[in-house]
């Protein structure tokens, strides 16, 4: 009962109000609330996984399992950006009697330091893979092998010309009463006409989803993420 | 405290008026016209803590003088017994409205309106005559429409939900990518290698992720069942929290609790990349036999799936975010399109309370249908026949009421 | 030794030799990071306190920061090791994926988690005077706020979900996240059924015959307003459940398709864009910050 | 050769593409640009607004798209300086937070020293707050509900810029920078779509086509990606001269390896069906 039935009460109750908070205006100030509170329940989260990870890797370096010793350098990292970002080490603060009070990232601070060459770099060049990998998949996957992705190909052809100077120069010769058939031209209509009804199309699919599926969570319906009654 | 103030502040405008009055009067072409008919009203579908205010312009507030001799508008708002006299808002020109929403719920307010000049010279107030009291609404009226919505949306998910369970309608379209996900965990246990399950970027607040989690839970069913490994690196600590418990009810309901390992089901960082890192260094060193991307993606997506191609695994994705689509399109082997995430669990479980949610949905997808084509031949109509006013009416309607 | 191995050593070994020739031959050498002393409070007579900022090298104060500079070398380290994986898996990538993973996990949980969240929010809720007293002096001005106790709330709920981390009770942390998932479930079904469902019929009704002012027939509007309405009708019903994809429904579930590949084309291309822009950041970062070969911006004194 | 192209190693596709984008930037090329509509409808609502308007700036994109969004910032920010708009800057990122300080020290504070912007007065850092799009939820009926202090934690009550502010409705202009979640679609549905609050967004380029949807009553135009902030780029040295220097231009400059590397792609696509249909043909001979 207290494992699997009352947590779906709870589901059911704060769903219920939440939607009644969005026609009764009394009620909307506790939408504010909740949001807030789940700020801090997210935060307080922080320390579930932040065990797990801790557990994780000093159990793989006690074991001595392969690769442990990179488990080593993600545990050092860990634990220094954690020491000097909660210590503020290296903050200044503008009042001298509070020396709490800097800002936890002020430029100079240990924190900073990490964030700037270290987390920063490694972030931005792994997103910036994606361009490699955007190139070995225009070679591999746009191939005309049937109508549907010969469409696919066509429409990222266009769009590609179209969005750079060569798409403009190859079609500068066609005057401007037929300014569809340039490539700007048409990737506004790719765009404009297919990419917005084929968006629309699945925002509406997606909220009737959504809707469908809050209402089965709501109902208790599909509650696997509450786990079993046996514990 | 605030008493004395207010003692002060109205000490302070006695002095300053009789100074003012001097000055208009000794150049009296300079004196501004206040602005005129002053009224408040309640301002609607609120918790009583807004005014709407409207006047009539000064009748110096005149766009084609120059310089401009009305600057702008200034409000003041008081209680009624005068006190706590607070200046709320600076106007342009022109703005014959305002609305308040500081307002406490009960307190009564009287209101000034000022047109300003140039070099601070304000006009007399237009006051209002009675205090004015912001009223509380039970109801938001102008969501009634879309409350309509709401209701037929859910009635329809609940309605066929019955039908089904009653054994009537049970038929459903085959989606591809749900039927390889049985195929793609029997592989994995065939070349003894885990299955990979990504249930999103996203925190549980987002209803993509409980999707993935609803579609976990049946993955690790017949993983558990085939006895292949299933490994769950997430990127929130409460999406680990329910994925636990998600895959040991999976594991108990296959009969084989003692297989259930917490460890598979790690976090691994809150950061988007640096989880995608991690996960690509996982593909290449273990080789994952079938990789399940089921949940919120962004720009991710695209390495995940070129890495999961590049070392041969079957590739399944669903994802309610339509930009990164096109990515598992192109490199997954089956891709579940917006809407069918939603639905898979519906698929997989096969229960007929399931599958009935599946209808309701169609339902709305009809509904849908029917309103953007009533709209669309109303709109042509309008188009067509500018003169007939009932087709614009109903237009506006429509578009304006029903669908605010 | 194998070709490879070959290969690579001369690579790196001729990589080495560039940088330390660029370094020491050139007039202004590699990449380095100046900063400049500021007072911390320069209206102070009392408080002297200095503190570094950042220094284009043409200041005059400017002075080397080692610090910044190993930064630097580290950043540029990080970024080459990063792509080495494209070549594929190797220590130097395991290393920065070590880090990466370590910082950013740490990262989140002093950021997000502590000083932006359980300090402002909730300590400082049911404690002002203390928190403010000790990191948010400003909350005492003019007077420290009344604790607010409704903050309690998501306090119990935490520490319920930290019992996640006791050996036995576990399942009492299933009470915070059904509060979670309940909360998002009522608020994601009105938003989305507002800003998606009923907005974006809304937006689509349109005419399906458009007339110019004069009174006759714009084709061009007309079959643009024709086709998207069309589009949109099409590709619902390729999302058809309960529906067999045969006959008139099959048919325009499959255009619907043809409109879904068109905008997924559409879609691909233009996130060609915007990644290949992420690559000429970090390739601008490698020329520009690290080994100074360029100087787009003239922060410096030109290559 | 089909053979070779069949079984091509795709590290050559790689390195390539390092080719494609490394050498335009070495060489420093630059093309020419020309604003287009969805551009222009921002830059002209922003040039049109009477002076000392408020916009609300939110950067809400991580380090990870800085590469593709710092352009519009900067150049946005510039535009509102030049107009002595009031901005109020913000994140919805927790890793975003350097980003607006960042933006406005070598905007509002180098680049434009001599206009003298004073903090708190003219702009102001309202900072971070994790609540994702309650935040936007929130702000619209009660800016300072979510925002009750600065980044620094000084009381928002105490600045002179923060007196006329309540809520979004107050804002002329809501320029929403954005990556992902929370961004573009959170401002559109409980910002801009509820409120009737102007929106104009700057969009990373894999979001920009969700944007075309709410174009343009829900939202005023889009800047998307580095081709946006070229435009917007183009459109500011076509009204202000002093913006023609290159040096100043980065969107501009950026669009170099562009062009070379969405060349290189094209290539690769057309190579690909080379190597299928060349497959066929085999096929079907044999």
């Known amino acids: ?231 | 405290m605030i008493s004395v103030m207010a003692v002060v502040l109205c000490l302070l405008t006695l002095c300053t008026r009789p100074i003012l009055a001097q000055d208009t009067a000794a150049a009296p072409t300079d004196a501004i016209a206040p602005p005129s008919k002053l009224i408040a009203k309640d301002h609607d579908n609120d918790a009583g803590t807004a005014i709407d205010l409207e006047w009539t312009l000064s009748p110096d507030d005149q766009p084609q003088r120059k310089p401009r001799v009305v600057v702008g508008y200034q409000v003041f708002r008081s209680l009624a017994d005068g006190m706590e006299r607070v200046s709320l808002e600076s106007l342009t020109p022109g703005t014959v409205k305002f609305t308040d929403r500081s307002c406490k719920y009960g307190a009564a307010y009287l209101y000034e309106v000022v047109a300003v000049g140039s070099g601070n010279r304000d006009s007399e107030p237009a006051r209002l005559a009675q205090p004015v009291r912001a009223v509380r609404q039970w109801f938001d009226a102008s969501r009634v429409w879309f409350g309509v919505i709401v209701l037929i949306v859910c009635g329809c998910v609940i309605g066929f939900t019955e039908i089904v369970k009653a054994g009537r309608g049970t038929h459903v379209r085959a989606i591809a990518g749900l039927k390889a996900i049985e195929e793609a965990a029997g592989r994995a246990t065939e070349m003894g290698r885990p299955c990979l399950f990504v249930p999103g970027l996203r925190d549980m607040n987002e209803i993509s992720t409980v999707a993935g989690i609803n579609v976990l839970s049946h993955v690790a069913r017949i993983a558990a069942e085939y006895d292949a490994t299933i490994e769950v690196p997430t990127c929130r600590s409460l999406v680990m929290t329910a994925a636990r418990e998600t895959v040991q009810a999976a594991y108990i309901a296959a009969g084989r609790p003692e297989a259930f390992n917490d460890d598979r089901i790690s976090y691994i960082t809150d950061e988007q990349f640096a989880y995608v890192a991690w996960m690509t260094g996982y593909m290449v060193r273990e080789k994952p036999a079938a990789c399940f991307y089921m949940g919120t993606f962004f720009a991710e997506s695209l390495i995940l799936a070129e890495t999961g191609n590049s070392i041969g695994a079957i590739q399944i994705a669903g994802t309610s975010q339509a930009a990164q689509l096109p990515f598992f399109v192109a490199a997954c082997d089956y891709t579940l399109i917006g809407e069918e995430l939603f639905a898979a669990s519906a698929y997989l479980s096969g229960e007929p309370q399931q599958l009935g949610s599946l209808k309701g949905q169609d339902a709305g997808k009809a509904l849908a249908a029917a309103l953007l084509i009533a709209g669309c031949l109303l709109a042509t109509e309008t188009s067509l026949l500018p003169k007939t006013t009932q087709f614009a009416q109903a237009l506006d309607y429509l578009t304006n009421s029903i669908l605010r | 030794m194998k070709r490879e191995t070959i290969i690579w050593t001369v690579l790196f070994v001729a990589g080495g030799l560039f940088l330390v020739v660029r370094g020491t031959q050139s007039d202004h050498g590699l990449g380095r990071q100046y900063v400049k002393q500021v007072r911390v409070n320069p209206q102070s007579a009392t408080d002297l306190r200095v503190k570094f900022k950042e220094a284009p090298p043409t200041d005059r104060q400017a002075q080397l920061s080692i610090p910044r500079t190993v930064g630097l070398w580290v950043a540029a380290f990080f970024t080459l090791a990063i792509l080495s994986f494209l070549y594929r898996d190797n220590i130097f990538y395991k290393i920065a994926e070590s880090v990466m993973v370590g910082v950013s996990a740490a990262w989140y949980m002093v950021t997000a988690g502590f000083w932006e969240a359980i300090i402002p929010k909730l300590l400082a809720n049911l404690a002002p005077e203390t928190i403010g007293s000790w990191a948010l002096p400003d909350l005492l001005k003019p007077k420290p706020p009344d604790p607010k106790l409704l903050s309690l709330v998501p306090l119990v709920l935490g520490i319920m979900l930290l019992c996640r981390l006791l050996p036995r009770g576990g399942w009492i942390g299933r009470w915070p996240l059904a509060f979670i998932v309940g909360v998002f479930a009522g608020i994601r079904m009105i938003g989305f059924l507002e800003a998606d469902f009923v907005s974006q019929i809304r937006s689509s009704i349109i005419p399906l015959v458009v007339m110019t002012d004069a009174g006759r027939v714009n084709l061009w509007a007309s079959l643009r307003n024709t086709g998207l309405v069309f589009g949109v009708l099409a590709c619902l019903a390729y999302f058809f459940f309960s529906v067999e994809h045969r006959g008139l429904v099959g048919r325009l579930a499959r255009v619907g398709v043809w409109y879904l590949m068109i905008t997924f084309g559409a879609s691909f291309a233009f996130t060609v864009m915007g990644r290949i822009a992420l690559l000429a950041g970090r390739i601008t970062f490698l020329f520009d910050d690290w080994l100074w070969l360029i100087d787009p911006a003239g922060k410096r004194w030109g290559p | 050769m089909i053979d070779l192209l069949r079984n091509l190693d795709r590290r050559w596709i790689f390195l390539a593409m390092l080719l494609a984008v490394s050498i335009p930037i070495l060489a420093q090329q630059s093309f020419p640009e020309r604003p287009t509509k969805t551009v222009l409808d921002v830059f002209n609502y922003i040039e049109g607004l009477p002076e000392g308007s408020n916009i609300l700036l939110s950067f809400d994109f991580g380090p990870s798209s800085d590469g593709e969004l710092e352009p519009i910032a900067t150049a946005v920010v510039r535009h509102c300086c030049l107009k002595r708009h009031k901005m109020f800057f913000m994140t919805l990122y927790p890793d975003g937070v350097p980003l607006p300080e960042r933006t406005i020290k070598s905007v509002i504070e180098q680049e434009f020293e001599s206009y003298n912007f004073k903090y708190g007065e003219d702009y102001i850092n309202l900072g971070f707050n994790n609540a994702e799009e309650l935040v936007i939820i929130v702000m619209g009926t009660d800016i300072k509900k979510m925002f009750p202090t600065d980044i620094e934690k000084k009381p928002l009550d105490g600045f002179p810029i923060a007196e006329n502010i309540t809520s979004l409705e107050d804002m002329d202009l809501i320029f929403t920078i954005t990556t992902g979640y929370p961004g573009m679609k959170e401002w559109v549905q409980y910002g801009s779509s509820p409120l009737g609050v102007k929106l104009a967004v700057g969009s990373t380029a894999v979001q920009a086509p969700e944007a075309y949807p709410y174009l343009p009553d829900q939202m005023l135009g889009l800047l998307a990606a580095i081709k946006g902030a070229a435009e917007y780029e183009a459109a500011l040295a076509d009204k202000y001269p002093a913006f023609r220097d290159p040096a100043k231009n980065q969107g501009i400059k950026r669009m170099a390896p562009q062009f070379w590397a969405h060349l290189l792609i094209i290539g690769l696509i057309v190579l690909g069906n080379v190597v299928y249909f060349a497959d066929r043909f085999q096929g079907a001979r044999r």
């Open chain 1, 1 to 231: 009962m207290l494992k699997s039935t009352f947590p779906w009460l709870i589901v059911a109750v704060t769903g219920c109000v939440m939607i009644a908070a969005f026609f009764v205006p009394p009620l909307a100030e506790w939408k504010n609330e909740a949001g807030a509170w789940f700020e801090i329940l997210a935060a307080m989260a922080f320390v579930v996984g932040g065990a797990n990870l801790f557990a994780q890797h000093l159990k793989k370096i006690s074991a001595r399992r392969a690769g442990w010793g990179y488990s080593a350098v993600t545990l050092f990292s860990f634990v220094v950006t954690l020491v000097v970002g909660l210590f503020k080490v290296g903050v200044i603060g503008e009042d001298p009697n509070y020396p709490w009070a800097g800002h936890y990232q002020a430029e100079g601070s240990a924190l900073w330091w990490l964030y700037q060459f270290a987390y920063q770099p490694l972030i931005g060049t792994m997103f910036a893979l994606l361009a490699f990998y955007v190139a070995s998949a225009a070679f591999r996957a746009f191939r005309a092998k049937n109508t549907e992705a010969t469409m696919l190909l066509t429409a990222a052809f266009i769009v590609l010309l179209g969005r750079t100077y060569a798409g403009t120069w190859l079609t500068s010769a066609v005057p401007d009463d037929y300014s569809a058939l340039t490539f700007p031209g048409m990737t506004a209509i790719i765009l404009g006409v297919f990419n917005t009804a084929g968006q629309r199309a699945i925002m509406i699919g997606i909220a009737l989803g959504v809707a469908a599926t809050s209402l089965k969570v709501l109902l208790g319906v599909d509650r696997s993420y509450l786990g079993s009654d046996g514990d």
